[in-house]
Structures are given as structure tokens and as C-alpha cells.
């Protein structure tokens, strides 16, 4: 079978049983996305198909021959990290780092939703939703953290969409933190 | 060249320390992670995730009969199946439970014998991940059932005192009966809380790789590899120093991953059999079947207490269960002992055994639930005392453990207490049920928060190299908690090298050995053996610059002193080592040591429908030095939103019939998701303990979650005016007795 991930042509022989997610993981050394449940259930597995957020343990990659998929591998490197990634690490917005490239895919995906102008379930205006905390939380539901970065989770992706909240951008809550702590 | 060694057992306490008077300015800063680039961008590698060539998949199967024994299982049924290499099983060696933290010898072993369903009775290898789960799910198993105990309410009175644990299964002082007959007021109320399950989101995984010389290399996901690579070479029957475990990033544990769990050694069962590496990862349901849960409880509370506030007797007897001639049980009443002051004590546990799955170390085991208990009895009191939940606790505060009569080593309490009310503006909390916003019924609560602060035995080696760089390494554990980071910060501001030329090694057997993450004391422990090293080049470096150690100043890779500055670098010819130990001592018997804190929470509870939603928490700590601001805050973000997860949506739960969970997954056991979770406040207090250890830091992973779930329990009382005593505090609960909202 044929693949396009992250921009690279990538031929593999796999069971037609093959998950895209076990696919990139065990087929293309590809190990960035992550599997925590694979039953669709955490988030974890989040890659971006044709742009759109989808939980990869839950499609077959016999499927996706035709498609454009980016891993978090095609999102940035350590050395040239995406605004997102980078914003994750100054927020904290992570712990164990496990569901975190996940996060980070699924909150490229619903940047382009709201910007689309796709509403969600606690949108007041149908027609436009708006860039707050409520509307982040609600669309970034489908991605678990146990370690319960979420309000940093938030924060990172507001700074990027340039809708911090009041004192919520990483230097400012830096300040406040070190300020806290040091002598 | 050998390196210099320095150990400390500590017996003294420790006033000085180095972080006091480094100038690098790291330490307690809130860095970024030094492992943050790879975790954002798919770099750092898990468990599963290690390039291993001639790799065999191995799919784990587990027992579909609750109590009995494996008659039989028919391999020939799926040998042939397409891609299957084997069908492995070990009846004598295969484990029949995870380990618990911190043990050196193997958990039970014998999987002929089913204790609970889902037990890891056998693995099938194959050529790839899909035909082993295929021929897994096929394997015919004969089973003879045999009886079982199902039913906590139904062997409730089996329940018998455990051997004691991390606390005394009983201890008493005084004559409670007599305190509770004399009492002004007092507190008789029983509280209940569910099994749960950490649920970290990386499954329990395994790669097993047999070495020419017959020694084992585990790439396992672990939280204590040291003592974890003993459990498994117990299991194995090989030596310890056979093991080599590598756990360099961990997708979280939470005290699942303490002890070895059963893929570990089917893994290396298998490998051995089959003459390949195998890579064993538990499918997310064997994760809540087949590695351990929080126990339920249920707790009796009772408090009595002057017309003043003093309490004078606080009793918490804690029914909790596990499986039978398992002595491992939850701790309930850990807490209890120290908090508050009272004459009359009685604390006790007695376990009900049942045929679940093992209970065993779930996020400050103890403290997560018996404060529940503790602190949702305390609100009661203060409401019949007619006094404000605060007043009650700081009128009980305590300088002196209350029953071993010796000081803590520091104590914030009532500090914490008073900061968090201010802070959150607790003058504006209302009657019951007198607060609304449109259908909201709006109500605040809060509770104390205790956890209990342990030193282990640990060490770790730090070398300085020619070019100025510096390396730290040590069998310690990054679970999440931010070792990686906290380690480079300690060693940066003593040796005066910048964070980023301190490259580290973490999660390896081969390095020096540490207790690992568990128990909160991960930091503390590794943290200061890590001290402990850097304390010893320091004063290598002073020798080579020809002075004092006293008189030299490091800082930004320069050595200075008596008007030279020299780069570090040059004064260590061709590099220099050093191995730092750290013992708990008898500072462990002559202070009592633990972090304190308040919560604070804010609900709202929807007087249609009794849907509770937290609007706002705020948690206070005071946990000695803080090593790295932004990292301990996150660790506190964690616990506290691990308390609401127990206060609205976690509970396991087991069919009476066979001991079936029948919630196994991530879909039916509700951890808390991005929109359960408010915008959290966390605040620290400033403190330094200095009988702790010498960096004068204590526990905080911990802390967090002891006190969250009853201060939103005591919000939605405060909220609606109903109390239950019942977790989770699911809507079903409030539905009946919702107030007339006009
Ligand atoms: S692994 Fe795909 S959603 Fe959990
Ligand atoms: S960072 Fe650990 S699960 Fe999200």
C-alpha cells in the first residue's frame, strides 16, 4: 500500500486489519501519535487527514491511500517547533507528554473549525462562535489528559489564536509564578 | 577515573543549603521542561515505542471466570492461524497480580489459580500486532469455576485487621466512647467512596530483548525501575543484576506503574520461548483489569467536639478490600493521625476480601479518600457548631503530632487556610441553598489538605566534563512530575552551569540507583542525592582553583574566586564525578513530617436537572521549597483535578456475579475531561524544611488531590443544602431532594 504522511510518499505491506495508527507506530517507526485506548475513546492516536482531526486508531489505513495525513512529526521538531508546540511547552500544557501530540493535532484541526465558523455544543450564536475558555474546553473534550494540564491546554492555544485571556499569556503567568516563589 | 562519593543519612537537620546560597539564580525559577521540544513533537520515547529488530507482537490474554482455575488451554486451536509464532503460557511463573511499590521480591505468581477475572493467563506471539490480537481473542480456555466473593456489601463482615502498612490497620488513644457520650456536639456519620482506577494514558507496556550473556533489557513503562527490575528477576528466577529496565519517559502512572505488571513478564516468558524480542502492550481493558485499583471504602466518622471547636475525639474505621492474602490495603486513615489535634483517637482499617482486581497505589493512597471522609465530617461538625469550616480547622491546628507527641518539621495549616480564604473570598459564602445564578444554585466549600512526606534511599552521579557541561544520571523516574527538569535546576544553581549544558540520564537500571516516583518523595529523595554530588565537585573545584570551598562563587560556567575567574571546565582536567547518597535518619522519628494545604471550590448545581459543575478552585500549599514553579504548579492542577474526577464521575464498577468491571474503559469510566475543568488557581506558600532533606523541598505530587474532592462535596452542600455522603456525587443523587427552586 501507498501513503502520503506528512508530506512524504511511504509504501508499506500491511494486514488490510492494520489501524492508520499502528500503521505509523509499528509499520513506519512513525511514533509520535500516541495509542491510550484504541476504541476512539482518548484522543491520544489525533492525526489530521485532509486537514481534519480524526482519531486515527479508529479508521483502517487501507483507507487513506488517497489522503494527505500529518502526524505531529509533520507539525514541527524540536528544532523548528510549530507555534502550537511551542506554546505547549511554555504553558506547561502537558505533563507526561503521552496525549500531548495528540492535543496538539487536534487543536490545529479545531482552530480551523472555529475559523471556519463551525459551531459546538455550548456556541450561543450558532452562526459565529467565539474564541473563549468555555469554547476551547467544550471542542478539545475529545482529547483526555489525566495528568490535567487542560487549563494550560487552553492557555496555549489561546496565546496562538491570539485571544489570550487577561494575564494568561505564558510571561505573564511566568512572572506571577516566579514572583511566588523566588527569594 | 572512580567517582568521589557523598552520603547523608539524615539524622540532623540540614539549616543550610546550597540552593540558599547558589547565585545561578535556577532554582525555584519556572523553566520550561528540558524534555519539553521532544514530548510537543512526538520525540520522547514510551515504552512500546523502541526500534527493536526481529520484533514478535504479543497479545495478552486474560481469564473470563472470576474465581476458579484454568482447566486447559487449547493452543493447537490458533497455532495455526496465519502469523501466529506461539501460544505462551508459564503456570508457575506468570504473575497472577501487579507488584506493589517499592518491593524487592516478585508479586503472587501462578496463574493456574484465577483470583479475578481478567487475571493474564497467557500471551499469544506473532508475527504482527493484528494476528495475535486476532488468535488472542480465539484461544479456547477451559475454566473450572470455583468459588469467589463478588460482593462488598454481601462479605462485608469477612473483613479482618491487614498486617499494618504505610500506617498502623489499628491504633487507638484515649476512650473514644466516653469522648463522644461527654461531647457538646458531635459527628457520627459513614461516607463511601468507589474503586477507581488511575487510568494514566499510557497502557502498561513492554518490550522484553534476551542478551547474548542471558541477561534481560525490559523497555518497560515504569515509576520505580530499580526496585522493579528485583521484582522482575525475582519473578524470572534470575539475579537482579540480570535485569536491565529502561523507562525513559513514562505517559504518566499515578502508583499503577509502582510495581512490575503481568505483561512484563509474559513478555520475557515469551521472548525467552520464542527466541525473539516481544513487545507486550495492554489493551486499555486489561489495563483496568489486569494492573490495580484504589480500593473502595467506607468510612465511619465520628468527631466530638467542645461548644468551642476543640475536638476532643476523632474516630475513622475504614472498611477497604482486596484480594484474599493480599496485605497490601488502602490506607484510609493516614491522614487522620496528624492533622488535627484531639485526645481521644481511634483509627482503623479492617480489609474485606474480594475477588477484584488487586488493590494496590492509586494517587496519595490514603489521603484521596480518607479526607473525603475526614473533611466532609469536619463541615458537618462546623455547621452543628453553628461555625464558620475554617474557624473549626484552625481551632484544631496542631504544632505537635497529636499522637507522637515529637513537632512537625514544618506546618502550614492554618497559613494556608487563611491565604486560600482571602484569595477566593470566602466572606462571600452564603447559607445553603441561598445563592442562585438563573437555574444554577450556586455554593462554595472547602477542606483541609495533608500528605504525609517520605525520604528513600537514592543516588545519582553527576560529572562535570572539559567543555563545561555537566551530566546527571540516576535510575529516577520522569512520570510527568518534571525530574528531568528539577534535577538540571539543582545541579545548575550549584555548580553554576546553565540548565541547558545539563544533559541528563533518567530511567535506567544501569545508572546509579533511587527510589524512583512514588509517594510524593521522588523530588526530595533523587533531588537530594543529586545535591549530595554537586556538593562534592564543588568542592573538588575549590581544590583546583587553590581555595576555600566557601570562598568560591560559580555561576554562568565560571569559577570565581580571590579576584580569577576561571572557566569550570578547565579546573576539571580530563572530567570529574561524583556519586551522591541520601538515607532517611532519625530525622523521620524526631519531627513529623508532611505538606499541608487548603482547597477551595466553587459549584454550581442546576436545580432542574442536579448536574454539578465546578466554576472555580483554588488550592493553597505549603510544601517546603518549590524547585521549579511552573512544574509543581501543574503537578497541583493534576491532584486537584484527580479530587474532582472523585467528587462527580470516577467509580469502578464490578458485577456482583463474577467481579466483571464493567466500566473498562476510558468511554464508561469518566476521568475528567478539558470541560469538566475550570480555570484552576494554585498558590504556594513560602517554606523550608530543613529536616527533611538538605534541599529543603518536600512532597507536592500528592498534595494536590488530599482535600479536592470534599471542599466541591462541601460546595454542593452549601449549594443546595444536600448532603451526600455517597461518591461520586453523581446527579441521580442530588435529583430528589433538589430544593424547590422558587
Ligand atoms: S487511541 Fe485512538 S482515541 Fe484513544
Ligand atoms: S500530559 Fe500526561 S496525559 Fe496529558
Redesign the interface.
Known amino acids: 500500500m501507498q501513503f502520503t504522511i506528512n508530506g512524504r510518499a511511504f509504501e508499506a505491506d500491511?494486514?488490510i486489519?492494520?489501524s492508520l495508527l499502528?500503521l505509523c507506530?509499528?509499520h513506519l517507526?512513525?511514533?509520535?501519535?500516541?495509542?491510550?485506548?484504541?476504541?476512539g475513546?482518548?484522543g491520544?492516536c489525533t492525526m489530521l487527514i485532509n486537514g481534519r482531526r480524526v482519531n486515527s486508531c479508529l479508521t483502517l489505513a487501507v483507507m487513506h491511500q488517497e489522503d494527505e495525513i500529518i502526524?505531529?512529526?509533520g507539525?514541527?521538531?524540536?528544532q523548528g517547533?510549530h507555534p502550537l508546540?511551542?506554546a505547549?511547552?511554555?504553558h506547561?500544557a502537558?505533563?507526561?507528554?503521552?496525549?500531548?501530540?495528540g492535543q496538539?493535532c487536534s487543536a490545529i484541526g479545531m482552530l480551523d473549525e472555529i475559523k471556519k465558523g463551525w459551531p459546538s455544543h455550548?456556541s450561543a450564536d450558532l452562526s459565529s462562535p467565539v474564541f473563549d475558555?468555555?469554547e476551547?474546553?467544550?471542542r478539545?473534550?475529545?482529547?483526555?489528559?489525566?495528568?490535567?494540564?487542560?487549563?494550560?491546554?487552553?492557555d496555549a492555544i489561546r496565546e496562538v489564536a491570539d485571544s489570550a485571556a487577561n494575564d494568561r499569556t505564558a510571561d505573564e503567568?511566568?512572572k506571577v509564578?516566579?514572583d511566588?516563589?523566588?527569594? | 577515573m572512580d567517582p568521589f562519593t557523598n552520603s547523608l543519612t539524615m539524622d540532623k537537620p540540614c539549616p543550610q543549603s546550597l540552593l540558599?546560597t547558589g547565585v545561578q539564580g535556577s532554582i525555584?525559577?519556572?523553566f520550561?521542561?528540558v524534555?519539553?521540544?521532544?514530548?510537543?513533537?512526538?520525540?520522547?520515547?514510551?515504552a512500546?515505542?523502541y526500534?527493536v529488530p526481529d520484533l514478535a507482537?504479543g497479545f495478552l490474554v486474560g481469564s473470563r471466570i472470576g474465581a476458579g482455575r484454568v482447566v486447559s488451554i487449547d493452543a493447537d486451536a490458533v497455532r495455526s492461524l496465519p502469523g501466529v509464532i506461539d501460544v505462551v503460557t508459564d503456570f508457575d511463573r506468570f504473575i497472577r497480580v501487579a507488584g506493589q511499590g517499592g518491593e524487592t521480591e516478585a508479586p503472587t505468581q501462578g496463574v493456574k489459580t484465577i483470583t479475578s477475572r481478567g487475571e493474564i493467563i497467557a500471551i499469544v506471539v506473532a508475527e504482527?500486532?493484528?494476528?495475535a490480537r486476532?488468535a488472542a481473542l480465539q484461544l479456547p480456555v477451559n475454566y473450572e469455576r470455583e468459588g469467589g466473593a463478588f460482593d462488598f456489601a454481601a462479605h462485608r463482615n469477612e473483613a479482618n485487621a491487614p498486617p499494618d502498612g504505610v500506617t498502623p490497620a489499628h491504633a487507638s488513644q484515649g476512650d473514644i466512647e466516653k469522648a463522644m457520650a461527654e461531647a457538646d456536639v458531635s459527628i457520627d456519620v459513614t461516607y463511601v467512596t468507589p474503586s477507581q482506577n488511575?487510568?494514566?494514558?499510557?497502557?502498561h507496556a513492554s518490550i522484553a530483548v534476551w542478551e547474548q550473556d542471558g541477561s534481560l533489557t525490559l523497555y518497560g513503562a515504569y515509576q520505580m525501575p530499580t526496585s522493579d527490575a528485583s521484582q522482575l528477576a525475582d519473578a524470572l528466577g534470575l539475579p537482579s543484576e540480570k535485569v536491565r529496565i529502561i523507562s525513559r519517559?513514562?505517559?504518566?502512572g499515578?502508583g499503577s506503574k509502582l510495581g512490575i505488571a503481568p505483561e512484563s513478564v509474559a513478555a520475557a516468558i515469551a521472548a525467552k520461548q520464542i527466541g525473539r524480542p516481544v513487545k507486550a502492550?495492554m489493551?486499555?481493558q486489561q489495563v483496568f483489569e489486569a494492573t490495580v485499583r484504589r480500593s473502595n471504602t467506607e468510612q465511619r466518622l465520628r468527631l466530638a467536639a467542645t461548644a468551642d471547636g476543640t475536638l476532643t475525639a476523632i474516630g475513622h474505621e475504614s472498611l477497604v478490600s482486596n484480594q484474599p492474602g493480599e496485605d497490601f490495603f488502602e490506607p484510609v486513615g493516614i491522614g487522620t493521625h496528624m492533622i488535627y489535634a484531639a485526645e481521644n483517637r481511634l483509627i482503623t482499617h479492617e480489609q474485606v476480601p474480594l475477588n477484584f482486581v488487586l488493590s494496590g497505589s492509586m494517587r496519595a493512597p490514603g489521603e484521596a479518600v480518607g479526607m473525603v471522609g475526614l473533611e466532609c465530617a469536619m463541615d458537618e461538625l462546623a455547621e452543628q457548631l453553628g461555625m464558620d469550616p475554617i474557624e473549626l480547622r484552625r481551632i484544631n491546628d496542631t504544632s505537635i503530632d497529636p499522637e507522637k507527641g515529637v513537632p512537625f518539621s514544618s506546618r502550614c495549616l492554618t497559613g494556608a487556610l487563611d491565604e486560600g480564604a482571602r484569595r477566593f473570598g470566602w466572606d462571600r459564602r452564603q447559607a445553603p441553598a441561598s445563592r442562585r445564578d438563573g437555574e444554577w444554585w450556586i455554593g462554595m466549600g472547602m477542606a483541609s489538605s495533608v500528605r504525609g512526606n517520605m525520604l528513600m534511599e537514592s543516588s545519582a552521579k553527576v560529572e562535570i566534563h572539559p567543555d563545561g557541561s555537566a551530566t546527571v544520571s540516576s535510575a529516577m523516574t520522569d512520570?510527568?512530575?518534571?525530574s528531568y527538569t528539577i534535577l538540571a535546576q539543582i545541579a545548575s544553581e550549584i555548580l553554576g552551569i546553565p540548565v541547558w549544558q545539563i544533559s541528563l540520564s533518567l530511567g535506567d537500571t544501569n545508572d546509579p540507583p533511587a527510589a524512583g516516583s512514588g509517594g510524593s518523595w521522588g523530588a526530595g529523595s533523587s533531588g537530594s542525592a543529586v545535591y549530595l554530588a554537586c556538593e562534592t565537585l564543588r568542592e573538588k573545584l575549590a581544590t583546583a582553583m587553590g581555595v576555600e570551598t566557601s570562598a568560591l562563587t560559580l555561576k554562568d560556567g565560571q569559577a570565581i574566586a580571590a579576584n580569577r575567574s576561571q572557566p569550570i571546565g578547565e579546573l576539571v582536567g580530563e572530567g570529574i564525578a561524583a556519586v551522591g547518597k541520601i538515607k532517611p535518619g532519625k530525622q523521620e522519628e524526631e519531627t513529623t513530617q508532611a505538606s499541608f494545604g487548603a482547597h477551595f471550590a466553587e459549584v454550581a448545581v442546576n436545580s432542574v436537572t442536579g448536574e454539578v459543575r465546578v466554576r472555580r478552585m483554588l488550592g493553597v500549599f505549603a510544601a517546603g521549597r518549590?524547585l521549579n514553579?511552573?512544574?509543581?504548579?501543574?503537578?497541583c492542577?493534576?491532584g486537584?483535578?484527580?479530587g474532582i474526577g472523585t467528587a462527580l464521575t470516577e467509580e469502578l464498577v464490578h458485577d456482583r456475579r463474577d467481579g466483571k468491571l464493567v466500566n473498562r474503559?476510558?468511554?464508561e469510566y469518566h476521568?475528567?475531561?478539558?470541560?469538566?475543568?475550570?480555570?484552576?488557581d494554585v498558590?504556594?506558600l513560602?517554606e523550608r524544611d530543613i529536616h527533611a532533606n538538605p534541599i529543603h523541598a518536600k512532597g507536592i505530587g500528592e498534595l494536590g488531590i488530599s482535600g479536592a474532592a470534599p471542599a466541591i462535596a462541601n460546595a454542593i452542600y452549601n449549594a443546595c443544602g444536600i448532603r451526600v455522603r455517597d461518591f461520586p456525587i453523581t446527579l441521580d443523587k442530588l435529583l430528589a431532594k433538589l430544593p424547590d427552586p422558587n
Open positions: 500491511v494486514d486489519r492494520t499502528d507506530r509499528e517507526d512513525l511514533t509520535g501519535a500516541k495509542k491510550g485506548c484504541d476504541h475513546q482518548c491520544a502526524t505531529i512529526e507539525v514541527g521538531d524540536p517547533l508546540q511551542h505547549f511547552v511554555r506547561d502537558y505533563q507526561c507528554g503521552y496525549c500531548t501530540p496538539i455550548v475558555d468555555q476551547i474546553s467544550e478539545m473534550s475529545g482529547n483526555l489528559c489525566r495528568c490535567a494540564a487542560y487549563t494550560n491546554v487552553v503567568k511566568d509564578m516566579a511566588e516563589v523566588m527569594a | 540558599d525555584s525559577r519556572p520550561d521542561r524534555d519539553g521540544p521532544k514530548k510537543v513533537s512526538g520525540k520522547a520515547t514510551y512500546a515505542e526500534d507482537y504482527t500486532y493484528e494476528a486476532d488511575s487510568a494514566a494514558m499510557e497502557p519517559y513514562i505517559g504518566g499515578f502492550v489493551a486499555r512520570i510527568g512530575t518534571g518549590v514553579a511552573k512544574t509543581a504548579r501543574s503537578q492542577l493534576g486537584m483535578t484527580f474503559d476510558l468511554a476521568i475528567p475531561v478539558n470541560a469538566d475543568v475550570p480555570q484552576l498558590h504556594f513560602r
